[in-house]
């Protein structure tokens, strides 16, 4: 059942995924415009800033860092189809819904509004969005994953 209604159910988690992050984004503009909340003094704080580099505020320039957007976002899918998808997990499949929503969500704004909304500060890093940190933790995991079926006795 999950093969026959799966793109379905994917396609719908996608726009879910674009609109959590979209309210994230506005909620911050709403909040933060006027002011950052510090977390952890010294160290974390939320705030209301719009970056036009890449993701963790790596600097590139306005076309180079268009192209490598949309090219990420191409590699993202075709990996998913010939790479994951055949594994027929719904774990990936959920996890590929939700990264492709960010990072067209996080695209959108890149190509039509020239930057995107950031809100999670770390002194001495950079400032990214939820949809940034969660990329990295999906990338994360799967990197965990293939590492531990690659060496079981880790």
Avoid at 30 to 52: C, D, G, H, M, T
Wanted: aromatic letters at 18%; one cysteine or more.
């Amino acid at each position: 059942m999950w093969n026959n209604i799966s793109y379905l159910y994917l396609s719908l988690l996608i726009c879910v995924g674009i609109v959590l992050d979209a309210l994230s984004k506005i909620l911050t503009q709403i909040y933060l415009a006027e002011q950052s909340i510090v977390l952890i003094p010294w160290f974390l704080s939320l705030e209301y800033v719009r970056n036009s580099w890449i993701a963790f505020s790596l600097p590139l320039t306005w076309i180079l860092l268009k192209i490598i957007t949309m090219i990420l976002i191409f590699v993202i899918i075709v990996y998913y189809i010939h790479e994951e998808r055949v594994k027929k997990s719904r774990f990936l499949d959920i996890w590929f819904a939700l990264i492709l929503s960010w990072a067209l969500w996080n695209a959108w704004e890149r190509i039509f509004i020239g930057s995107v909304t950031d809100m999670i500060a770390v002194e001495r890093f950079a400032i990214f969005n939820l949809a940034d940190s969660l990329i990295f933790l999906w990338a994360c995991v799967l990197i965990y994953t293939y590492f531990i079926k690659k060496y079981p006795n880790f």
